[in-house]
């Protein structure tokens, strides 16, 4: 079983609907991250959470919110989403090591087009 | 802030070619640089990594190291193939701050 996981791995809606877009990891991690890709412009962040009771907006967290409902979960929502938002959304987690600093485990991505 | 410069793609190469992804960075103090390639279709993953100057990161035949005086962790490999094929990205680490990563070089290699 993967170790990072999201869903919906891909998801057509329109514009104005609100939308939750869900990662769940068995890494045992604090640390989980939100970012999205969109071709030339490669990968933004979006939020990030050192632990439960850690939030905090990364370089593009307009129009977006999350919540980290446990160690294990941390969920990204579009409160009225618009065509812009259209992208490949990736959550990530990390351990911080010895050093504070270590690889972030990928999940597989979630496909989002806003119509 | 942090920030990484990488060349742009897409590169395009023979089967059996040298294979050189520039990428350079700026931070505050010396972070952890990572390399990470994403297959076609799916997340990222760690491709190899260096912890301070002077280390040299290597896995599947890819190695960059760690450049302090030019602020560079250039990857190599000296033969590629046809499953090299994937997009890598290029990312400084600091302590407790998240990965910044560059844009991504996408690498077509053909038979």
Request: aromatic content about 12%; some cysteine; proline content about 4%.
């Amino acid at each position: 079983d993967a170790d990072v996981t999201q869903t919906p791995r891909n998801r057509i809606t329109k514009t104005g609907k609100r939308i939750m877009l869900e990662c769940s990891q068995t890494k045992g991690h604090d640390r989980m991250y939100w970012y999205r890709q969109d071709p030339g412009l490669g990968l933004r962040l979006i939020y990030y959470s050192f632990d439960v009771k850690d939030i905090n907006k990364g370089e593009i967290s307009d129009g977006y919110s999350v919540s980290r409902q446990a160690q294990a979960k941390f969920s990204l929502s579009l409160e009225s989403a618009i065509p812009n938002q259209t992208a490949l959304y990736f959550c990530a987690t990390s351990d911080p090591g010895q050093e504070g600093t270590s690889e972030q485990y990928f999940g597989p991505g979630t496909r989002l087009t806003v119509t | 802030g942090d920030s990484v410069t990488q060349m742009e793609g897409p590169v395009t190469l023979s089967e059996e070619a040298f294979l050189t992804i520039n990428c350079t960075y700026t931070a505050t103090g010396y972070p952890s640089l990572f390399w990470y390639v994403q297959y076609p279709g799916e997340g990222l993953q760690l491709l190899l990594k260096a912890t301070k100057a002077d280390d040299k990161g290597s896995n599947k035949g890819f190695e960059a190291t760690y450049r302090k005086e030019t602020t560079s962790f250039h990857l190599e490999k000296g033969s590629v193939q046809v499953s090299d094929s994937a997009v890598y990205f290029c990312a400084p680490g600091r302590r407790n701050t998240p990965l910044v990563f560059g844009k991504g070089t996408r690498l077509s290699v053909i038979a």
